[in-house]
Structures are given as structure tokens and as C-alpha cells.
């Protein structure tokens, strides 16, 4: 039985300052369940009893068979999924990314956790493997985040910094952005390793960012000069750029 306890401890984790307490977050649903099961310690398992009996894997400290009752209270979805989790959340150091060898991506003030799940699911398409982000970044671990990552959040490692002051160290290396004044992304020259920064929904890339930034790239639109959307979707844009990045860089 998942105790209403237990249902309010799940359902308090949709509060950052909680999951902080508690260094714990929330994952639904059997893919992301299993995916996480790979790389993060599961503190805690509720399920419904035919899924237990068929996933002899699902290891966790506490493991509680659950009706869809007791999932439905429980759940952040519309509809109660088989499995809800708990994981404790891990910290990578910084010092593991290799920007001579690596194209990493760079969140400045990503709003939106859809997004910021998006994001992080076009990365592990990519094979983009570490995401560097402001600190006023949409939290990785968040629910909806967590979701919208569909499990790729077990393979891209999410770091939360001073931006400013981390490119300033990095000021050796390629450093791309998107700009209305930028080069034409098709015809740039491009790199297989450095940063890509990608800004905010509202403001885009900061003035502060801007000026650590060495390459500036432009996606146009077509017909180009053509009436069209004021912008593009920070999402759809982040693809866009890595798909070009790693159509010529292979």
C-alpha cells in the first residue's frame, strides 16, 4: 500500500526546495523508470502489482505494490502511469567535460522545464553529453523536466554555474551563438568541439554572454527576407543548430 504519507512526501517533490532537502526527484513511467535505473540509486519504487511481477530489476531501498488509486493521488501526470519512482539526485563535477574533444551545449536562462527537457533530449540524439547552465535555468530535476527528457536525462549530465565567469575560462575555445546578425549557420565555419549557447525564450542570449561568445551564427528563414515568426522556438532552434553542427562534423 503507498501510504498517504508516502503520497505526500512523491507529491512534495514538485517543489524545488524539497527535492534540495531531500537531494531527491521524481521520475514516472516504465522507460524512464528503467532508464534511470542504470545510473541513479532509486530510494524509492511504487507499482502496480503486474508490472512488479514482470521487471525482477526494479531494485530500489523500498519497493511498495500500488493500485491505480493509490498512482492516480500520487502521479503529476493527466494519467496515472504503472510505476512511479523516486532517485536521488547525482551532481557531476564540472572538470569531467573536455571542451578540446567535446561540443557541449550552454543554457542562459532556459524558462521553460518543456523546453529545458527538449533540450536535453535533442542532446542525446546529437550525442551532446554535457549541458552547462545559468543558474536561473529551469531545474533538470523538476517533474515536468524529468518527463520531457524521455529518459535522456540518464545520459546527458545537466551542470548548474556562473556562466559568465565559466566561458571566461574558456575564452581559447570555438564559442557559438545564434544572432539575427550572425553568419549563415550553412555557410559558417563550423567545429567539432567548443560550445554552443543557446538563450532564453523572452531575451535570448544575455549582454554579459554575448560578449564571451567568438562565433556568431544566424539560422534563416525561408525565403530568406520573406515575412515570418519573430523567432523560432529555443527548442526547435537548439536542434536545428546541432543538426547542422554534426551533419558536416562527422
Avoid at 37 to 57: K, V, Y
Avoid at 192 to 200: A, K
Wanted: hydrophobic residues 40%; aromatic residues 8%; proline residues 4%.
Amino acid at each position: 500500500m503507498l501510504s498517504k504519507n508516502k503520497i505526500k512526501y512523491i507529491r512534495s517533490l514538485n517543489e524545488k526546495k524539497f527535492r534540495n532537502e531531500h537531494n531527491t526527484f521524481v521520475a514516472e513511467g516504465t522507460k524512464l523508470v528503467l532508464d534511470l535505473l542504470g545510473c541513479c540509486r532509486c530510494q524509492l519504487i511504487a507499482a502496480l502489482p503486474s508490472l512488479l511481477s514482470t521487471h525482477s530489476e526494479l531494485k530500489a531501498e523500498e519497493v511498495i505494490t500500488a493500485d491505480e488509486s493509490e498512482l492516480k493521488k500520487a502521479t503529476f501526470l493527466k494519467t496515472a502511469p504503472q510505476i512511479i519512482a523516486v532517485f536521488y539526485r547525482s551532481k557531476p563535477e564540472i572538470k569531467e567535460i573536455d571542451p578540446d574533444n567535446q561540443l557541449c551545449l550552454v543554457l542562459d536562462g532556459i524558462q521553460d522545464p518543456g523546453n529545458m527537457g527538449s533540450i536535453v533530449r535533442i542532446a542525446d540524439w546529437f550525442g551532446i553529453e554535457h549541458i552547462i547552465c545559468s543558474q536561473d535555468t529551469a531545474d533538470i530535476f523538476n517533474p515536468k523536466t524529468v518527463q520531457a527528457t524521455m529518459g535522456a536525462i540518464a545520459r546527458v549530465k545537466v551542470y548548474y554555474t556562473d556562466l559568465v565567469d565559466f566561458l571566461q575560462q574558456q575564452s581559447d575555445q570555438p564559442i557559438f551563438g545564434t544572432f539575427l546578425e550572425g553568419k549563415d549557420i550553412y555557410s559558417a565555419s563550423l567545429s567539432d568541439h567548443g560550445f554552443i549557447v543557446m538563450g532564453s525564450e523572452g531575451r535570448g542570449i544575455s549582454s554579459e554572454m554575448e560578449k564571451r561568445i567568438n562565433k556568431k551564427l544566424f539560422i534563416p528563414n525561408f525565403p530568406v527576407g520573406g515575412a515570418t515568426s519573430e523567432s523560432l522556438n529555443v527548442a526547435a532552434a537548439t536542434a536545428i543548430t546541432c543538426a547542422e553542427f554534426r551533419r558536416r562534423i562527422r
